[in-house]
């Protein structure tokens, strides 16, 4: 069987076509159960790619069959298909399945999503025992590379990273009071990454002051004006800045004026407003933390090179596990060989027993079990070496060949039944 | 037998500091490595102390070379009871190696052999000396989480973009530790004073230089706490408070072998 990878992914095709050939996990699963007519399928769909596993002894129709798939889901024709289209086999696709769990086909390197996005492709597709075992290898794959480096270790966007910063001050985030000044998304998005690692969202200031209140309502917080900032400064402890004013919202005065109320509590400020919101000289001042949106980048910047050189070791762990899979692949071959190979020493032993038995008399239980062990040992230790032979040649892409004299020394028939030998 | 305990322990101790060292460029199997070795490190010491107290039938730790040696038991403990976790592991580089060093002079100055010969009774031995080693074993390790503290908030101030690469724990959570660890240091610290001070009083012996940068420590701690929970001193200024009180317990530790114990 050989297994056919066909995909369109973000490194080819645009946003709008990856969004035309997305497919939900439903769909994902009619469109398997579809494409596994007499065959193995799984759709692995997420926002960066669409991409149709089968397994199949056809290959080219297999192949066939996936390219007009993705073609009626793009409504295009598979001509105007292909130059998106990348197409994989065998070795090759399971590498790519390996890379793609791992994070190490992903824009962001290492992260973390893509591998729940396998699990449920998996648990959603018509796997048979070949998808079955490639996909639970990529599974395993995904995880090793994730605990054996650093990959995922480091956040990678300018909201997680601010964050993580918050975390390298306060221990934990829970119980810690963040100021949202602004309503724009920007600064929401920042308050809400806060907010995901248990920060509470106690105070939302705009120049509006009901813009600024219906905004803390959603956060379960309150409003304040943007002349009330340095009022309430003494009681949170992270500010996040994010308007489009066209100068400082805060001085480094008005927050030195605050700092014996907060008693050597820390201030963590995150602006990322361009022009900037926060006075700079505020990051002077002893406890107080202040990040602009350049400082923030940089460190994503920092984070993304960190995740790129361990992809690089990343990338060595898929490549073992393709291998693996690619010996276990190829030994599928040889089993039939294998199986046919043992059954006609079989048929041969239990043939010239038969016919030695008007020879060999009365034999008791115990000495015919004896000769029954002595004839099946000889058998066995004649067989054993071909049998490995056989596996390691099919690990080393040998298989057909051994399989063929294989057949051809002991006389097996092509479908893999002993043949019958002229005497 | 000693011997076979103390190298044990002194190789364990020398490879927890070198992987928190390469943990520092490479996070990961290092630093789980490195705690493995303080482990083993540790066990095999308190093997070594509770060999030496068998055999010398009595407190055998009143050398001043049998005090550092005790006192590095007492550190590293104190390093284990929270050390271990991931995010901890880099206090281990400012802990172990200077617990090896010492280990090493310990056990070239006899403090590892266990043979106390001291006129002083076992009881006020076990609470003047071991209250004192333990207060300033909780001092030593509040000094290093103030290095680390001052290191970690310099990253901060510096805006270094490769700050999130290393995993150190936070701000709040450092300054919490330096505060309760001499919180816990500085009664400890007054029971043994109190203890050497009865003594002093009872035989009507002088005061010497070392009980004067004792008292001079104490009073250095007490400070800190009263500036921390009193006016609310925290972060930079209360790591540099600390630091400087460490200062004093060095200088104790430096005079032992001249002033005070044989």
Known sequence: MTVVLTGISHHRAPLALRELVAVPPEGARELAQRLAADGEAVCLSTCNRTELYLAHDDAALAEARAVRALAQLAGLSEAELTSFCYRLHDHAAALHLFRVSAGLDSMVPG????????????????????????????????????????????????????????????????????????????????????????????????????????????????????????????????????????????????????????????????????????????????????????????????????????????????????????????????VPAIASLRARGEEIRRGELAKAQGRLGELSDSERRAVESVTAQIVNKLLHLPTVRMKEAAAAADGPLYVDTVRDLFGLGDDGSPRRIER | MAEALFFPALIAYGQAALAFFGNTRHPGRLGALGTWGVRLGWTSQSALLVLQAVRAQRFPWDTWAGALNLFVWLVVSAYLIWGCKARYRVLGLLVMPPAAALLLVAWAGGGTTGRGRSRYSDLFLALHVGLVLAAFAAFTLAAGLSVLYLWQERRLKRREAGILSLRVPSLVALDRLVGRTIAIGLPTLTVGIAVGVARVVREGSGVDALMLATLVTWCLYTVFLALRFGRGWRGRRAALLALTGFVSVILVHLALPLTHVS
Do not use: M
């Open chain 1, 111 to 334: 992260e973390a999503e893509i591998l729940g996005q396998v699990r449920t492709a998996y648990e959603v597709g018509a796997a048979g025992r070949v998808l079955a075992r490639l996909f639970g290898q990529a599974l395993r794959s995904g995880k090793r590379v994730r605990s054996q480096t650093a990959i995922g270790e480091n956040p990678a966007s300018v909201s997680s990273v601010a964050a993580a910063l918050v975390e390298q001050v306060f221990d934990d985030l829970r119980g810690s009071r963040v100021l949202l000044i602004g309503a724009g998304k920007a600064g929401q998005l920042t308050a809400r990454s806060l907010a995901a690692r248990g920060a509470t969202i106690g105070l939302v200031a705009s120049r509006k002051v009901e813009r600024a209140r219906s905004l803390a309502r959603r956060f379960g917080g309150e409003g304040v004006a943007l002349a009330d900032i340095e009022e309430v400064l003494g009681a949170v402890d992270v500010v996040v800045s994010a308007t489009s004013s066209p100068g400082i919202l805060l001085s480094k005065d008005q927050v030195e004026r605050v700092l014996d109320a907060r008693k050597g509590r820390p201030l963590f400020l995150i602006d990322i407003a361009v022009p900037r919101d926060l006075d700079p000289a505020i990051h002077e001042l002893d406890g107080c933390y202040l990040y602009n949106i350049d400082d923030l980048r940089s460190v994503v910047e920092a984070s993304l090179a960190s995740r790129r050189r361990e992809a690089v070791k990343g990338e060595a762990l898929v490549a073992e596990e393709a291998e693996r899979f690619r010996a276990w692949h190829a030994s599928l071959e040889v």
